[in-house]
């Protein structure tokens, strides 16, 4: 079969962030009065969100202005002597040093009114800053003080006012990632669109697609040490609200091309203890499983990079009674329309065949190998990280390629807190994980939270961990809320 340049999706876990998120802050000490808007609805720029007391600011400003007369008539009077004492002293009937000490006191007089007059603006300043307003549009937060409480230097954040339109999304790309990206496109084996052609696509928590398109609008130059991984920003119209910041979504960066690519349906790649492989058919009718290394996925389909050739008969069904070397019957598989086996020859991939087993052969082992994965949190947190979400990537892929199976998840936390924490804590990791899961697109029924014997069990750096492992068995939906 001929090879062809294929369209490439890759998938990320990304996190919702506001483009503009703004701290209320009170600019002047006091007494906080009144808090005016209602926490966690909409506020426009200009809205009064909460007002100080301003009787002492009131008090000042009258001062001020008290002053600001009393400096002008002081300047008038002076004025007035500069103008009597200059003719005379032109006429020597005063000395010069009258005439020097008159001007003096008509200046001293002009700059005591402008810092009097400045004394004004200020105090007419701190009297506006007693009416709090929103300087953008935006989604609000609950108030952080309440009414009666005094506002100072050290205690004036207020509140915060998150800009929802336009909205960012952020992921992550790790070093082997944009190294390996860089090698296919220095090859020839990936072509990317130019700069902003790259299209974004997000899929919330529930399954649903953001409806907008955004585009990628900044790339971090440099390598975050802490996580390994550079940060890589999304932009998306939000008009209607929908996303909000801080929300876990799936991102599809669409754009791309594989040249001269092999790929095969996402059911026929299985996971076993050497890795991903697939079952193959040999000359002579007998199955083989071969290790592959899959790349992106594109629609259906896993792109190959390495372990298959053209012309390859791949099985894509009846797994579970093949073993290396069980004769089969390989026949065109009935694959969705979209995939075909002469559309995935026009892919140029293997052929896609579907089999029958020639005699009852032994269940494979490397077929029901578990995938395992294990999740740090940081001491006392149950906030999963967008690095360690990504770290469950192959996890949702061998769900996503199986018909069958589940996957288990278990938290543990360390012995510092009450036994009531520590359940609590070890509840609210395993929590987190199945959050991104279900966001990485694992159907919600093949997900169990299953609590350990011990959830302290192992040393401190192990007490930190969530362990999330598939199984094969099936289970029934009701027992999946255990812990």
């Known amino acids: 079969m001929s090879l062809r340049d294929v369209p490439v999706l890759y998938e990320f876990v990304g996190q919702t962030e506001s483009s503009q998120q703004v701290e209320i802050r009170a600019r002047v000490n006091g007494f906080l009065e009144e808090r005016i808007y209602t926490e966690g609805t909409m506020v426009h720029a200009g809205d009064v969100m909460f007002r100080m007391d301003s009787k002492p600011f009131e008090a000042a400003l009258d001062a001020a202005q008290a002053e600001l007369s009393q400096q002008r008539a002081r300047l008038d009077t002076a004025q007035a002597n500069l ?7 032109a006429k020597n009937a005063l000395s010069q040093k009258d005439l020097d000490d008159a001007t003096g006191q008509q200046q001293a007089a002009a700059a005591a009114v402008e810092q ?13 800053y007693t009416t709090i307003t929103s300087p953008v549009t935006g989604l609000s937060s ?4 309440q009414n009666g409480s005094y506002i100072d230097a050290t205690n004036s954040l207020l509140t915060y006012v998150a800009k929802l339109d336009p909205m960012w999304v952020n992921f992550s790309l790790s070093e082997n990632e944009v ?23 997000i899929v919330l928590a529930d399954g649903s697609v953001f ?8 790339s971090d130059a440099a390598l975050n040490t802490e996580t390994g991984t550079y940060l890589v920003r999304a932009v998306f119209e939000n008009r209607e609200g929908i996303l909000r910041p801080g929300q876990f979504v799936r991102v599809k960066v669409a754009g791309a091309e594989r040249t001269k690519a092999i790929s095969v349906p996402q059911e026929a790649v299985q996971q076993g203890e050497q890795g991903s492989f697939v079952w193959t058919v040999t000359a002579d009718g007998k199955a083989q499983p071969r290790l592959v290394e899959t790349g992106e996925w594109n629609g259906t389909d896993w792109i190959v990079n390495s372990g298959l050739h053209a012309g390859d008969q791949v099985i894509v069904d009846n797994f579970i009674r ?3 070397g069980a004769a089969v019957k390989a026949h065109p598989a009935k694959l969705p329309a979209a995939a075909t086996p002469t559309a995935v020859a026009k892919q140029g991939g293997p052929s ?11 269940p494979s082992p490397q077929a029901h190998a578990a995938a395992k994965a294990e999740v740090l949190f940081d001491i006392g947190s149950a906030q999963i990280s967008e690095h360690a979400a990504s770290q469950l990537a192959p996890i949702a892929a061998q769900l996503h390629g199986a018909s069958s199976g589940r996957a288990v998840i278990s938290g543990y936390a360390d012995a510092s807190g009450s036994p009531e924490a520590n359940l609590k804590l070890a509840a609210a990791r395993a929590k987190a994980v199945r959050s991104a899961l279900l966001v990485a697109g694992v159907a919600e029924d093949r997900i169990e939270l ?33 812990q």
């Open 352 to 362: 896609a065949a579907s089999t029958t087993p020639a005699h009852a052969g032994a």
């Open 322 to 324: 093949l073993g290396p």
């Open 142 to 145: 609950f108030a952080k003080k």
């Open 450 to 482: 299953r609590p350990p014997a011990d959830i302290t069990a192992g040393t401190k750096d192990e007490a930190r961990r969530v362990e999330v492992t598939v199984v094969p068995e099936a289970k029934p939906a009701a027992s999946r809320e255990a």
């Open 83 to 89: 103008n009597r004492v200059r003719p005379l002293a």
């Open 211 to 218: 409806p907008e398109r955004g585009h990628i609008s900044f």
């Open 116 to 128: 009097a007059r400045a004394d004004v603006i200020s105090a007419q300043l701190n009297l506006g």
């Open 179 to 201: 190294l390996r990206l860089r090698d296919q496109t220095g090859s020839g084996a990936l072509k990317l669109p130019a700069r902003g052609l790259l299209e974004v696509q």
